[in-house]
């Protein structure tokens, strides 16, 4: 089973109200993703690390999403102003071997 | 660009019965391959993935899967389910460059309802 932590649970803001989540990943984990999974079950990547840097990140992330993961803390997924279209449930996970994911239990946002 | 497809969206089975999940990829690169499962207000869970070498892999909870590069495919496959098997199950692609950095790329996923 994953031990990777995602807090909160659920989350529920306003239009343009700044939303943050966290992730502990396992341990000994170098690299971290966030996804977002709306509700009809698509996955977008948002964003990578491997030991704090940043990987990849797409265009999305780049305007109003911010993201780090700094050594010794919990990483950390915020949007500056969220919208509607937010609503979603974000996934963070974890991986140490090729091609193998271990996933939190998600944090659902909910922008009303 | 990698795609993937999940041509069933939901499967219904009886407890006992035999399943396969069916997913095919495009990608012209070298992959892994890989199937997460997703019971109801979860996260993923890995069941297990394929890179190379023998084609059926096995995984947890007695699920496998199946290679097959002819016809792009990465079936799923189960002798005698559960019901606890019932959720969402995914299969996702990720590019095979040399790291674990690389994002996987997901089905829709199958939804499989196992009923007493």
């Known amino acids: 089973n994953s031990k990777v932590i995602q807090t909160p649970r659920y989350l529920v803001k306003g239009q343009g109200q700044k939303a943050k989540m966290r992730c502990i990943p396992e341990k000994g984990h170098p690299v971290v993703f966030w996804y977002q999974q709306n509700k009809n079950n698509e996955f977008k990547f948002l964003i990578n690390?491997?030991?704090?840097?940043?990987?990849?990140q797409i265009d999305m992330t780049e305007k109003r999403f911010s993201a780090e993961c700094p050594s010794n803390s919990p990483c950390s997924l915020e949007i500056q102003s969220s919208e509607a279209g937010d609503s979603a449930l974000y996934l963070c996970a974890s991986s140490l071997s090729y091609g193998e994911q271990y996933f939190g239990p998600g944090t659902r946002l909910t922008v009303l | 660009t990698q795609t993937v497809s999940q041509s069933d969206a939901h499967v219904t089975v009886f407890e006992g019965d035999s399943v396969e999940l069916r997913c095919n990829y495009s990608?012209?690169?070298?992959?892994?391959l890989s199937w997460y499962i997703q019971h109801h207000g979860h996260g993923l869970q890995f069941l297990l993935k394929?890179?190379?070498?023998?084609?059926v892999v096995q995984g947890v909870n007695g699920f496998e899967a199946e290679f097959s590069k002819s016809d792009s495919s990465f079936h799923l496959r189960k002798a005698s389910v559960h019901w606890s098997d019932s959720a969402v199950y995914f299969c996702a692609v990720s590019a095979n460059s040399g790291g674990s950095n690389y994002k996987l790329t997901f089905g829709k996923g199958t939804l499989l309802t196992v009923t007493p």
């Open positions: 690390f491997q030991n704090q840097e940043v990987l990849q």
């Open positions: 394929y890179y190379s070498g023998n084609p």
């Open positions: 990608y012209g690169g070298s992959i892994y």
